[in-house]
């Protein structure tokens, strides 16, 4: 994957080496990055609301500096602004500092403290602007902090964050106290980790990058990236004239157990629909009559009811002649079956691990560290936290840590499912895909998923590619299944498989087929 054409998002640690390169090794001063970034705020604001009374919220560091700064901006629109220093005015320093002299001299309303608890026009404004934490804050809002964050969450107005929404960790995503849920975030220069991981990326609302005149001399490297379809584009291996159903990559499904067949069978076809050439779906006898789709070709074991021993050679001689193998869908949890799966993980085949693959693996997440073929593990938050020995909740608060050290322990590319999903490689870069929905939380969209990111495997593509590829794919297919056909409450996992064909022509083009697409269907559903 060429990464330099992804969208990288940076720490707070990495955001400051930027700054300083321009301040102190360009000699760029610090007050004219803070007046181009509050007007570039001021500039969003004034694009996108019409407000006749604006509150500010600014906290002590350079993120309440450049809350002066807009509320001067607006003000010189006309606009009734008030401004709040949360912790009171003493102690400001340097840039901060003069620009809260500028707007006092100007007779801006700037007041101590927090909004009177009776005072409507204060508490209930035209919108309100978040200048409390900037990117550096970690940890919990407490005293007034955490007051002014939770007078936002009361507000309906639009709440525009600067640079970050307050509360939210900037590098991590993480929450550790009260944080402002935003309607936009305006951030500087490039985007940061916290405004796409979760839980802190679904407290961003809009994200706009605005340029603050940190020039390309000072940039530095990120370790974290947002997936786009132009910086995927180089990985789809398309069809050519000379190929044929084998060239294109070959897949095996091991899964299913008696009632969960369809599991194998929903991954066999998402592999179809995202590529694959030929696609073989092994499963126990009373499994393999169930064949929904026909395309799939079914290999039935000679196991009844589920995995044992006795299938065993019959699946070595199935891996030995097919590219990649997704290991686990519907697969069922008896203690003969995760024998199974811990012996064949030992094959030297490009390998997707999922579900009861997953729960076959119990605690012991160092067991795929030795396979030489490329893996892919793609757990949920459930199961990441049983393979890592901690609580989903743990998992759910610390999501980029979580799947940076299951990627690391397990020498595999790791997907974690969910908003946002992240793709974390062994060496610690990590890939946020900013594709998928609220739909995708039905059976079988995992199932899907796990297709879409073998048929990549099988294609020859690297681990950690084919997760991101797969998993972008699989989610931009629920979001035009969402917004063309069935919207999200109502979603089902097979209704990706009418989608997927799309979301890799809107891949394969960088991204313009899809929005002309959607405008002709517009049309003719109107």
């Known amino acids: 994957m060429i990464d330099a054409l992804l969208g990288g998002l940076y720490s707070a640690e990495k955001m400051r080496a930027m700054d300083a390169g321009a301040i102190e090794g360009i000699g760029i001063p610090g007050g004219h990055l803070m007046e181009r970034a509050g007007a570039g705020v001021a500039t969003e604001i004034l694009e996108r609301y019409d407000p006749a009374r604006v509150v500010v919220y600014c906290g002590k560091g350079n993120n309440g500096g450049d809350g002066f700064v807009i509320a001067r901006e607006l003000a010189s629109e006309g606009i009734d602004v008030t401004v709040f220093a949360v912790a009171g005015r003493d102690g400001y320093k340097a840039e901060a500092l003069l620009n809260l002299r500028i707007i006092e001299a100007l007779g801006i309303d700037v007041r101590d403290g927090l909004p009177a608890a009776d005072d409507e026009a204060d508490l209930f404004p035209d919108l309100v602007v978040d200048a409390v934490f900037g990117t550096g804050f970690s940890g919990a809002a407490r005293g007034p902090a955490a007051e002014a964050i939770a007078l ?3 507000t309906p107005a639009p709440v525009v964050a600067v640079d970050v ?3 939210v960790d900037a590098s991590t995503g993480e929450v550790g106290g009260p944080a402002v849920d935003a309607d936009l975030t305006v951030t500087f220069h490039a985007a940061k980790i916290g405004h796409f991981v979760t839980p802190g ?3 961003a609302g809009e994200v706009v990058v605005v340029p603050i005149g940190i020039p390309p001399a000072c940039e530095v490297e990120p370790d974290v990236w947002l997936l786009d379809a132009e910086g995927l584009a180089p990985l789809l291996r398309l069809k050519g004239s000379l190929d044929h159903k084998r060239s294109v990559g070959t897949v095996l499904v091991v899964g299913g157990s008696r009632g969960m ?11 179809l629909r995202s590529g694959a050439g030929l696609v ?4 126990p006898a009373a499994a393999a009559s ?13 196991d009844e009811q589920h995995l044992s021993a006795v299938s065993l050679e019959a699946l070595r001689e199935e891996m030995a002649g097919l590219r990649a193998t997704a290991l686990g869908p519907g697969l069922g949890r008896a203690p003969e079956t995760v024998d199974v799966v811990r012996t064949l993980i030992g094959e030297p085949v490009p390998m997707l691990i999922d579900a009861d693959g997953l729960w076959a693996l119990g605690d012991d997440l160092e067991a795929p560290a030795g396979r030489e073929a490329p893996t892919v593990l793609t757990p949920h938050e459930g199961e990441l936290a049983r393979l890592l020995g901690t609580s989903a909740d743990e998992v759910s608060a610390h999501r980029l840590s979580s799947v940076r050290e299951a990627a690391r322990r397990s020498g595999a590319a790791v997907l974690l499912k ?14 946020v895909i900013p594709t998928g929905n609220p739909g995708l939380a039905t059976p079988g969209t995992g199932d899907v998923l796990s297709g879409a990111i073998v048929a990549q495997l099988a294609k020859g593509l690297p681990a950690t590619d084919a997760a991101c590829l797969g998993g972008y794919l699989h989610g931009l297919a629920a979001d035009l299944a969402a917004d063309l056909a069935v919207g999200t409450e109502c979603l089902i996992a097979g209704d990706l498989f009418e989608f997927l064909p799309a979301a890799v022509e809107h891949v394969k083009t960088g991204g313009e087929l899809a929005d002309e697409e959607e405008e002709e269907h517009g049309a003719a559903s109107r």
Do not use: N
């Open 201 to 203: 990326g679904a407290l």
């Open 152 to 154: 936002m969450g009361r």
């Open 261 to 271: 067949g369809g599991a194998a069978f929903m991954t066999a076809m998402g592999a």
């Open 290 to 302: 169930d064949r929904p789709f026909v395309e799939v070709i079914t290999v039935p074991l000679p």
């Open 418 to 431: 969910g908003e946002a999903s992240i793709v974390a490689d062994p060496s610690g870069a990590a890939y």
């Open 280 to 283: 073989h779906c092994a499963v």
């Open 165 to 167: 929404a307050s509360g």
